[in-house]
């Protein structure tokens, strides 16, 4: 049985017994805030649900197969958060428990979309990439949402990692479960989403793919078909997205 099936089959066990430890990684990025810089926008108060959300397929973006999704490659599947026609692809890879990403989305990933996203110079591509079971049912929950409901879903799981990854009767799924029916998800439609198999296989897919790509921990961020490796400072990724333009 392929690792990512067993990752999933893994969730039901995890979620009803164990500490979150065994599987939660918490880790904290370096201040992003550059001395004396002027050019950059606080990301701080930036309201996601400004930028558009589309859907890759029926906006017509999704493009050939056998890349990861980079570049051109992008799955019809894909969500696409920004103006889908900004020139570069930011893509995200990430797990939903990974610590290191819920501090990402929690103090970086706004100044990103602030500075570069709202200016219709970069468009997001985020990529699950489930390091667990939890993981992977909280991105098929996701991934059953409508497009403009996607990312609303998404940022919450992120920001309220602390609290549903610490519930004390380790019920992991309330919180993101909450919040899908919020979002218009039935109880019903839930679980008939996380027993979808093509949802399963399409998660399962670009997690090999990424796999081919490098992409062993998360996050992981490509900017178009480059790596980034460099610092998440505004400074950092400002001079790399000119270095990838020239």
């Known amino acids: ?32 805030e550059e001395a004396g810089a002027t050019d950059f926008v606080s990301g701080n108060d930036f309201d996601i649900k400004t930028l558009s959300v589309v859907n890759a397929g029926e906006a017509g ?3 050939t197969e ?22 570069i692809v930011m893509t995200e890879y990430a797990s939903m428990t990974c610590g290191h990403c819920g501090n990402f989305h929690k103090f970086e990933f706004k100044k990103i979309l602030a500075n570069f996203v709202a200016t219709g110079e970069v468009k997001v591509l985020y990529r699950d990439y489930p390091l667990d079971g939890v993981a992977a049912r909280l991105a098929m929950i996701g991934r059953c949402l409508p497009a403009d409901k996607y990312f609303d879903y998404v940022e919450h799981v992120y920001q ?5 990854i610490n519930d004390p ?3 992991y799924f309330k919180i993101p479960r ?10 019903e439609k839930i679980d008939e989403c996380l027993a979808d198999e093509t949802v399963s296989a399409n998660l399962q897919r670009a997690y090999t793919e990424a796999q ?12 178009n078909n480059k790596k980034y490796s460099g610092n998440r400072s505004l400074a950092d990724i400002r001079k790399f997205l000119d270095e990838l333009s020239n």
């Open 1 to 32: 049985m392929k690792k990512f099936s067993l990752l999933i089959i893994a969730a039901i066990a995890v979620a009803g017994a164990g500490t979150a430890s065994a599987f939660f990684h918490k880790g904290l990025f370096g201040g992003d």
């Open 61 to 63: 973006l999704a493009g």
């Open 66 to 87: 056998g890349d990861g999704g980079l570049g051109t490659g992008i799955y019809e599947w894909d969500m696409i958060l920004g103006d889908p026609n900004a020139p």
């Open 160 to 164: 309220e990692q602390d609290n549903w």
């Open 169 to 171: 009767e380790k019920d």
């Open 178 to 187: 909450a919040k899908a029916e919020e979002l218009g998800m039935s109880s």
């Open 212 to 223: 081919g790509l490098g992409v062993s921990s998360t996050p992981t961020i490509f900017f």
